[in-house]
């Protein structure tokens, strides 16, 4: 019979299969969504991108729920997102409208998909001592809602991106830039979602579900453009703020 002490000085060398399968549906998806782009089904490519946002907004909470957080999963996880927010939707928005706009287009791809590394990069090395009620600089998967957004939108509407590719640049860099930018976020984790809502809560959440199934491109890349205007705006009022209290306090 084995020694449960000798048990706990070796513990067993496997990964937690739940949460890493959701972290490779993720993957899968943004991988996808490059194979797409490049075959000219963009439309296809901008859903599946959103479709591994959902994935991994899953892949972490799973764990939390079900104990199986690890350094593997964590680590796994960033390296996916790198995939599915920083290179797929680079490549989608290039594939669709900066290619024809020549060297500046894939440099513009490329800001998009260095930002995503360093944002990535510097949230992990400050994960354990950030403030969690805030991001510093546009999360990953906001930025590529924006960018893949875009896409879906010009797809959906059949925008000519000859005419749209200057637009499409601007996007894609600015995304990139805010992404790495010292701009406040909310990350809503504040939010408590285990407390009792009224019912008309609930009503609202079926209207939003209604209205986003009714032009899902438009209002997808509506709200996340909004959100990414709030970090300025949220940025400026907190300075505004310190600023104030230090004149009250002179």
Same mark, same amino acid.
């Given at each position: ?8 000085? !070796? ?5 937690? @299969? ?22 000219? !089904? ?55 409208? *900066? ?29 354990? $001592? ?32 000859? $005419? ?9 860099? @600015? ?27 609930? @009503? *609202? ?20 453009? @909004? ?6 705006? *949220? ?16």
């Amino acid at each position: 019979m084995t020694d449960s002490n000798e048990t706990q000085k !070796h513990p067993s060398k496997g990964i937690y @299969l739940l949460p890493n399968i959701l972290t490779t549906a993720g993957l899968f998806s943004g991988f996808y969504a490059i194979i797409a782009s490049m075959n000219n !089904h963009f439309e296809s490519a901008a859903v599946a991108i959103f479709i591994a946002m959902i994935f991994d907004a899953l892949d972490g909470r799973v764990a939390r729920m079900t104990n199986t957080q690890s350094a593997f999963g964590a680590e796994y996880d960033s390296m996916a997102d790198m995939v599915s927010f920083g290179i797929a939707p680079a490549l989608v928005a290039y594939n669709w409208a *900066l290619g024809d706009l020549g060297k500046i287009g894939w440099l513009a791809a490329f800001i998009y998909a260095a930002a995503a590394a360093l944002r990535l990069a510097r949230f992990n090395t400050t994960v354990g $001592t950030a403030d969690k009620r805030y991001f510093t600089g546009l999360a990953s998967p906001a930025a590529a809602a924006i960018v893949s957004g875009m896409v879906w939108l010009g797809a959906d509407y059949e925008f000519n991106p000859d $005419t749209f590719g200057v637009f499409a640049m601007i996007i894609t860099a @600015l995304s990139g830039l805010l992404m790495v930018s010292n701009f406040r976020y909310s990350s809503f984790k504040e939010i408590k979602w285990k407390e009792r809502v009224p019912f008309i809560a609930i @009503l *609202l959440m079926v209207l939003v579900f209604v209205i986003v199934a009714f032009e899902p491109a438009l209002v997808l890349f509506s709200i996340f453009s @909004l959100y990414a205007l709030s970090g300025p705006i *949220l940025t400026y009022r907190g300075v505004k703020e310190i600023k104030a209290k230090n004149s009250d306090s002179e």
